[in-house]
């Protein structure tokens, strides 16, 4: 069984911040990740993918870090709307079971 | 717009009581799935199919059942609701899991009493 592990939190972090939260792995097989924004009771929203080492889109960097077995996501000039939940989330197929293995969430909360 | 649809986002229902919870997405994607979401346990994967006609337990699937009759749904069946079952649940299709992940539909909240 493949497993993703996260800091749970909450992170509470100043408006304007830089905050960056890993996410660790057990299947070392994985070639592909992704980072999930979830708003509360909302559903999960697709955020980033990370293919090779990494990936950048604006304000939000994901990194992979194959030999230490993580991913991480660090978040510049951070927003009160950066406020969420981001749950890592890692593919795998096989085993009696197919689809995308969820961390539990790492919480954040910006504060102005 | 690309979206998946899910129905009804808000349902009470009564112990023993069938029910069933629609998935449609607009999408043509082959895998789709069902997933259930609770406080401090995550999202835990109950079905899912990876074409029409082609469905497989995923890692908590007692109690529920699923078809794939067309390609754009899914369909989540519970036979006989139990009050464990109260839970958030989510469909999700994918075109290739592996490379662009699942889109998400909005969620049902259902509440068995």
């Known amino acids: 069984r493949k497993e993703v592990e996260q800091d749970p939190g909450p992170f509470n972090v100043p408006e304007g911040a830089t905050v960056a939260f890993n996410c660790t792995y057990s299947n070392s097989a994985s070639q592909s990740f992704f980072w999930y924004r979830q708003d509360c009771r909302k559903e999960p929203k697709l955020l980033m993918s990370v293919y090779s080492s990494g990936n950048e889109d604006g304000r939000f960097t994901a990194q992979l870090n194959r030999a230490s077995q993580y991913i991480s996501l660090l978040i510049r000039d951070s927003k009160l709307s950066d406020s969420a939940t981001y749950l890592c989330v890692l593919p795998y197929s096989g085993g009696g079971a197919d689809g995308l293995t969820f961390g539990k969430g790492t919480h954040l909360i910006i504060q102005p | 717009e690309a979206q998946v649809t899910q129905n009804p986002r808000y349902l009470i229902t009564v112990t023993g009581k069938k029910l069933t919870v629609t998935c449609s997405q607009n999408m043509n994607h082959e895998y789709m799935s069902w997933y259930r979401q609770d406080p401090g346990l995550g999202l835990r994967q109950i079905y899912y199919?990876?074409?029409?006609?082609?469905?497989d337990k995923g890692d908590v699937p007692e109690g529920y059942k699923v078809s794939r009759k067309e390609k754009r749904n899914f369909p989540l069946i519970l036979e006989s609701p139990s009050p464990n079952q109260t839970s958030l649940y989510f469909c999700?299709?994918?075109?290739?899991?592996?490379?662009?992940?699942?889109?998400f539909g909005s969620g049902t909240r259902l509440t068995v009493v």
């Open positions: 999700a299709s994918s075109l290739s899991r592996g490379r662009y992940g699942y889109t």
């Open positions: 199919s990876m074409n029409v006609e082609v469905t």
